[in-house]
């Protein structure tokens, strides 16, 4: 890939490991049913797409879990508790990759987060890793919570491309998710989907990028 100058990282399953089927289990444990109807990788009720896209905030997010397992006493502790469980943490390595492909091309982070993952990360990658956060590893970051749109809505494509002035046939564009890739397929990038076969490390040396 000769003709690569910007690649754009999502974060979940392709930085930082998460596990929907640990989220599952807490949530069913907090006594919500039909856990994969409301969130999963292919999609997500409003509630979570709402938290996404900053427009609710963590007080309201938790008001509305304790609607859907209608169970008005759960606690905020109990809530972030199963709400975070699906986050792993950044494998030893990746870190160091991002701070290659910076050295080399224009580097962006596209993540859909939400305020209370976010905070949970940053915490993550300061203790096993003494960074702050992602700023130093990317020319920009886009957090859906922080920017007010999310993937796979093209607004939010637009959005970075607009901003940093990027030719779609320059971009690369890695995500775990498919209905992500495809989003940005139509957009004219170049894609490739991040999977447990294929992590980070074992596509970019495909694509001739490390």
């Not at 890939?1 to 990282?9: A, D, F, G, P």
């Not at 949530?27 to 999609?43: C, E, K, S």
């Not at 890739?181 to 989907?193: D, I, N, S, V, Y």
Request: some cysteine.
């Amino acid at each position: 890939m000769e003709k690569i100058k910007n690649i754009v990282l999502d974060y979940g399953n392709v930085i930082f490991m998460i596990d929907f089927v640990q989220l599952k289990d807490a949530f069913t444990q907090l006594g919500i049913r039909n856990v994969d109807a409301i969130f999963g990788h292919h999609g997500q009720s409003a509630l979570f797409d709402n938290f996404d896209k900053g427009k609710i905030d963590s007080t309201q997010f938790r008001d509305g879990i304790r609607e859907i397992a209608e169970n008005p006493a759960l606690t905020d502790d109990q809530i972030d508790a199963a709400w975070n469980s699906l986050l792993i943490g950044v494998p030893q390595g990746n870190h160091e990759i991002l701070v290659r492909l910076k050295d080399r091309y224009r580097t962006f982070l596209l993540s859909n987060n939400n305020a209370i993952h976010y905070a949970y990360c940053m915490q993550d990658i300061h203790k096993k890793y003494g960074v702050a956060d992602n700023e130093g590893f990317f020319e920009k970051t886009y957090y859906s919570h922080l920017v007010g749109m999310r993937k796979p809505d093209a607004e939010i494509f637009e959005l970075l491309m607009k901003e940093q002035q990027l030719d779609p046939n320059e971009t690369l564009f890695i995500d775990d998710s498919p209905q992500h890739l495809e989003t940005a397929k139509q957009l004219g990038w170049h894609t490739a989907l991040c999977t447990k076969e294929k992590p980070l490390n074992i596509l970019l040396d495909e694509f001739g990028l490390l």
